[in-house]
């Protein structure tokens, strides 16, 4: 939704929404996968991180608003910080085996999957 707005020329109200979704990041730096009357959701979905990151990238790629950037560095870095702690879950000893190797590397199934 941010890149269309942006390509629209909405620089503001993504400069806002960032602002504001930013907020909800739990400390572990977590980004919930929704926020709604009741608050945020902590659904074990593990995009947010990554949309946040790349919604942060996209608005500065529009604007160079570096200001804005820096505002927002905590955030990005305690997201990527929380992808590599989930990431870090499959680096373990158990998944260069043969069953698991596949897997080795990349983060945990979210709680969308249905399948490991």
Known sequence: MAAT??????????RDYLRWYGRHQAPDGTIPCCVDSNGPDWL??????????????????????????SEMWPVV???VDRIEALRSQRLTAEFPTPEKRAYYGLLPESANTGTR
Request: glycine share 8%; net charge negative; aromatic share 18%.
């Open 5 to 14: 707005l942006l390509r629209a020329g909405c620089t503001e109200e993504v």
């Open 44 to 69: 074990a979905e593990y995009d947010s991180q990554g949309e946040f990151i790349y919604a942060v990238m996209e608005y500065f790629r529009f604007t160079g608003d570096r200001v804005f950037l």
């Open 77 to 79: 870095a305690r997201s």
